[in-house]
């Protein structure tokens, strides 16, 4: 009898084995057809372009959403849309350093705004109907505030500043002994 975990293992081999030898392969073949219509220099140029059209797009919507992150922190909100626009276009860059005609169309499908939404979306449902189904967990360990409680020990305030006599914030004082 095999173990479960086998299974599930043979699965990410063979995710991995897609990943890194199908898609260069596929690649490759379709670059040597492209090459055939349209010539070697052609696209060449065709591979360059996207590369550099791609790192001015991920830099233009990176700082976009640099600015986004910083906004929502400001407003003292958790910053999970723009950290997900960071995630996408941080994928969608390096799918454009690799070479290649779908990795482009890849990539550039993350750092497009309008395309980069409905990926997210899809991705947020998959990660919902995986949460809702046992399939990813979330634990947490202590120091963190969680549905029991505060998440702190009882002994030790997460905050315990003081102001002294001559007005000045004190940050976690240390106290003298008490006899």
Do not use: Y
């Not at 990410?12 to 379709?30: D, H, K, M, Q, T």
């Not at 995630?87 to 070479?99: D, E, K, N, S, W």
């Not at 991705?123 to 702190?152: C, D, M, N, V």
């Amino acid at each position: 009898m095999v173990p479960g975990w086998v299974f599930s293992c043979m699965s990410i081999f063979s995710r991995l084995f897609l990943l890194f030898v199908g898609v260069p392969l596929l690649e490759l073949f379709i670059l040597v057809k492209v090459g055939q219509l349209v010539g070697v220099w052609p696209t060449v140029g065709l591979v360059v372009l996207t590369g550099i059209g791609g790192a001015v797009l991920a830099r233009l919507e990176g700082m976009r959403t640099v600015w986004k992150l910083r906004g929502e922190l400001s407003r003292g909100r958790l910053p999970g849309e723009a950290l997900m626009d960071g995630f996408a276009i941080l994928v969608g860059g390096a799918l454009l350093l690799t070479p290649g005609i779908v990795t482009d169309l890849v990539g550039f499908s993350f750092l497009l705004p309008p395309t980069r939404k409905l990926l997210k979306a899809r991705i947020r449902k998959g990660l919902e109907k995986r949460l809702q189904s046992g399939a990813i967990s979330i634990t947490h360990f202590g120091g963190f505030p969680g549905p029991g409680g505060s998440g702190w020990p009882t002994d030790v305030s997460p905050r315990s500043d003081v102001q002294d006599p001559s007005g000045e914030i004190v940050i976690n004082p240390v106290e003298a002994p008490k006899d």
